[in-house]
Nanobody, 122 residues
Framework: VQLQASGGGLVHTGGSLRLSCAAS????????VGWFRQAPGKEREAVAC????????GIADFVKGRASTSRDNAKNTVTLQMNSLKSEDTAVYYC????????????????WGQGTQVTVSS
């Protein structure tokens, strides 16, 4: 069983990134998938969540209008698209899974993948 976030990198302010959360050994569509981030010296915070059953997404206020999620069940992945990136978006981004409904509470999540670094520079 493995969960892996990828797609991070160095991007200029105003640019875009598409992060992918890939699962192996289990069906990702049976879980809600949360995206979290942690910047140096700061607590981990929720960015978005993709529901397992109805296709709905929850988006944190600080990225609302700049972020969206999607699923590709054939590839067993969930993506986080982020646009109009700002320097404050710099962080390690993680994906995690939870049985049941989406949540912005990290403690509810059952399994976490390795993170991917996103660096936004001016």
């Amino acid at each position: 069983v493995q969960l892996q976030a990828s797609g991070g990198g160095l991007v200029h302010t105003g640019g875009s990134l598409r992060l992918s959360c890939a699962a192996s050994g289990f069906r990702l569509d049976e879980y809600a998938v949360g995206w979290f981030r942690q910047a140096p010296g700061k607590e981990r915070e929720a960015v978005a969540c993709r529901s397992s059953h109805d296709g709905s997404s929850g988006i944190a206020d600080f990225v609302k209008g700049r972020a969206s999620t999607s699923r590709d069940n054939a590839k067993n992945t969930v993506t986080l698209q982020m646009n109009s990136l700002k320097s404050e978006d710099t962080a390690v981004y993680y994906c995690a899974i939870v049985s049941g409904s989406c949540s912005f509470h990290a403690t509810r999540y059952d399994y976490w993948g390795q993170g991917t670094q996103v660096t936004v520079s001016s």
